[in-house]
């Protein structure tokens, strides 16, 4: 069986191996044939450290080939998203039935694969912001793969979004997701806001925290752009008092991951939640998708296809 694995003299760390075994599922995981897979940048460093053989792969779509032997999941044929820990990248994989979620046709498979790790991201970042009914959020790093989904997320739950954008040309691409502001410097953002879901960290999240209200939270999810140096007044300064930080990681709780994945494919057969897809090849380009990720070319996600 076919799948990618990290292999150290292999262009970008990846190689597409042929000798893979087949998979052996447990009682309440069924077999998936993967159709597309997504990556995502917290993939380079595992990929860089793993050693030789390593299978990584989480942003997984498919059809059922094998249901699950204890009688629950998907059944056989069924179009699904899955978000496996590892090993996704590959022609079959066991999963979880807990952990797919089934497709409407109205959903691709490539839009299906952008969803589980940024989808997961940006919905359960915007739940710890409790009701954003007719408040202010913003959004950092508004157009990247978790930003794109987060900004149309609090848009459709009725808040009212600042984005904040790496360059001017992506102010335009921020406001088509419905956004009220969209900036390139906290400068210019106005506060204060009741929740800010910040996906770029370094100086930058320093200075969303003075434009938190009181009692506010800013979910943190990344420090792409380097450490955050926080003192006590950074917090009263501004008026952020009690105002907190929430180390975030999407993963948790995982009994949860797929009906979380369920609400956002949901989202995308309305026609109400668009992933942006940013960058698409078939498999056997996974490491050229990785270049272009690391040269901050993709907006929104790269997706693989794995021709059947
Ligand atoms: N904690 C978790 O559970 C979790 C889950 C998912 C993702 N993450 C992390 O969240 C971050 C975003 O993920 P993603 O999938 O959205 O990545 P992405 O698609 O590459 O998007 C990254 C976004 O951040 C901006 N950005 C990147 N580096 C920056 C820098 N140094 N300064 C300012 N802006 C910068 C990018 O702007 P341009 O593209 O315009 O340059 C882009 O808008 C990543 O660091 C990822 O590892 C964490």
Known sequence: MRGVITDSRAPGGLRLADDLPEPEPAAGECVLEVRAFGINPGEVRLIEE?????????????????????????????????????????????????????????????EAAALPVSGLTALRALRLGGSVLGRDV??????????????????AAGARVTAQVSRPEREAEARELGVYRAVTSLDDATGPFHLVLDGVGGPALRQAIGLLAPGATAVVYSSAAGATELTLSDFYRSGAYNAKVVGFVSTVPEETKGEDLAILAGLVADGRLRPGIGWAGEWTRTAD??????????RGKAVLTVPV
């Open 138 to 155: 913003l959004v950092t790093g508004a157009t990247g793969g978790v930003g794109r989904l987060a900004v149309q997320l609090a848009v």
């Open 289 to 298: 998708a990785f270049t272009a990720m690391a040269r901050r070319e993709i």
């Open 50 to 110: 793993r050693p030789d053989g390593w299978r990584p792969g989480q942003d997984v779509a498919g059809v059922v080939l094998r249901a699950a032997a204890d009688g629950g999941g998907p059944p056989v044929g069924a179009r699904v998203v899955a978000y496996p820990e590892w090993e996704g990248w590959a022609e079959r994989i066991p999963v979880p039935t807990r952990w797919t979620a089934v497709l409407d046709d109205r959903v691709s498979f490539e």
